[in-house]
């Protein structure tokens, strides 16, 4: 079994549309979620980073982690075609130690 | 914000060469830098941890004598792939840490191809 998965789509979303993105971990010792967007070709860019359980909002975009089903999810509001990208989620125990990703979801949107 | 970049963004070789590809932290001080491989529509495997002046720490299954760590500087990691086979063909992407616990920045990536 791996430690992260995550479906990897793809998903197609008309724009406008709300995005759910998601990751199960088998880890009970990851605090640190992390959901990078990774256009193609380029390397991957931080887009939310949260400790332990809870919500974070940035902007259009939402990171919900429930550590007690050891599932993360990102929602992505308004979506754009600019959106359109591979979203990979990523987890570490401390905050200096290894990420552990996803396999990504790769996501278009629409216009 | 902070910069890490990687040089070449891609390159072509021979099988039986070696190709070496730096990641520089560009606005701060890196003491541990990452290095990924990447395979089409994957996830990211970490290859090794590098910590400046002392040996990469390499995952289960990385060949060492293959993959060649050096981590010279505050500023200057480098990946050297050595005498190189089509299989290696890759997206190698390197990360830089500011700081214990700081954000882990990624850099652009670059794509080996060897014929």
């Known amino acids: 079994q791996k430690e992260v998965e995550q479906d990897p789509g793809p998903l197609s979303v008309p724009e406008g549309a709300i995005v759910s993105l998601n990751c199960t971990y088998s880890?009970?010792?990851?605090?640190?979620f992390m959901w990078y967007r990774q256009y193609s070709r380029k390397g991957p860019e931080l887009l939310m980073y949260?400790?332990?359980?809870g919500n974070k909002e940035d902007g259009r975009f939402t990171a919900q982690v429930d550590k007690s089903s050891k599932y993360i999810s990102l929602f992505i509001r308004d979506s754009q075609p600019s959106d359109s990208a591979t979203y990979l989620c990523?987890?570490?125990?401390?905050?200096?130690?290894?990420?552990?990703f996803g396999e990504g979801t790769q996501l278009t949107v629409n216009p | 914000g902070a910069v890490v970049s990687q040089h070449p963004s891609r390159v072509i070789c021979k099988s039986g060469t070696s190709v070496k590809i730096e990641c520089r932290s560009l606005?701060?001080?890196?003491?541990?830098m990452f290095w990924y491989r990447q395979f089409p529509k994957k996830s990211l495997m970490l290859m090794a941890t590098?910590?400046?002046?002392?040996?990469?720490?390499?995952e289960q299954g990385v060949e060492k004598d293959k993959f060649l760590i050096n981590h010279a500087s505050l500023t200057l990691s480098t990946l050297t792939v050595t005498s190189a086979h089509p299989e290696d063909s890759s997206f190698y992407i390197c990360?830089?840490?500011?700081?214990?616990?700081?954000?882990?920045?990624f850099g652009e990536g670059s794509r080996l191809t060897v014929l």
């Open positions: 880890n009970s010792a990851f605090q640190y």
């Open positions: 990360s830089a840490r500011q700081g214990i616990g700081g954000e882990l920045f």
């Open positions: 606005d701060f001080q890196a003491t541990t």
């Open positions: 949260t400790y332990s359980s």
């Open positions: 590098s910590n400046e002046g002392s040996k990469a720490t390499y």
């Open positions: 990523a987890m570490a125990e401390t905050s200096g130690s290894r990420l552990t």
